[in-house]
């Protein structure tokens, strides 16, 4: 299996623009989560899924945030607009049942000007 | 959140000896236990999973979880300059809050 697949490694926007990040879980992992780690505050759960509902989303620092899940191999991370303080490395990681390992994808460093 | 706590460290120890990192957790519903390695720049990788009282061992690594008193720890044997790294202590049920991690130094 690849792993979990986030194929973008740094991402750069102005400040003001959307950015959407993007996530496919390993086959057969129910569990998605989207983390978001800094120096100041580590590595903090913004909302996660099961069965590609959102099962709880009380991480997402503000409405600017948005995540959907359309289907069991694609999540997205939507900031709009974007600003400085949300630069970070955002994590993806799936897990096969509750309570079961989380295996990350190599995560997406995002760097708002 | 529920929090999770760890010691930022540096933890340095000299290569060979045992390293302990430990957690305390606010959640005393958890049911779920783990330590993740980070490497600086890379993605955390499960070392450890344990999700009941007592000691599990795994080659050079030792979780142990005491949940009344809500705490899990790690020790390395035989410490390896190529152990030093961030580890993060992971604790829930379905969903899984972090501590922020202790950096362990290895000394050669």
């Known amino acids: 299996d690849a792993g979990v697949i986030q194929s973008t490694r740094h991402e750069v926007t102005e400040m003001g623009q959307e950015v959407t990040l993007r996530c496919k879980p390993i086959?057969?992992?129910?569990?998605l989560f989207w983390y978001r780690q800094t120096m100041m505050r580590g590595l903090e759960l913004l909302i996660y899924?099961?069965?590609?509902?959102?099962?709880?989303d009380s991480g997402m620092p503000e409405d600017r945030f948005s995540a959907k899940m359309p289907n069991a191999s694609f999540s997205t991370l939507k900031i709009q607009p974007s600003e400085p303080r949300d630069s970070a490395v955002y994590f993806c990681?799936?897990?096969?049942?509750?309570?079961?390992?989380?295996?990350f994808g190599q995560g997406t460093r995002l760097t708002v000007v | 959140q529920k929090e999770v706590e760890q010691n930022s460290g540096p933890l340095s120890v000299p290569e060979g000896a045992i390293a302990s990192l430990n957690c305390t957790y606010s959640?005393?519903?958890?049911?779920?236990f783990f330590w993740y390695r980070q490497y600086s720049g890379k993605s955390p990788e499960l070392i450890m999973s344990?999700?009941?009282?007592g000691d599990k061992e795994d080659g050079r690594f030792t979780a142990q979880l005491n949940k009344a008193s809500q705490y899990v720890s790690l020790l390395i044997r035989d410490s390896q300059p190529s152990d030093s790294a961030t580890y993060l202590c992971?604790?829930?049920?379905?969903?899984?809050?972090f501590g922020t991690g202790t950096r362990l130094k290895v000394l050669a």
């Open positions: 899924f099961n069965n590609n509902v959102p099962i709880d």
């Open positions: 990681a799936s897990s096969k049942q509750g309570g079961g390992q989380a295996f």
């Open positions: 959640d005393r519903g958890s049911q779920s």
């Open positions: 086959s057969g992992h129910d569990y």
């Open positions: 992971a604790v829930g049920t379905y969903k899984y809050i």
């Open positions: 344990i999700y009941s009282n």
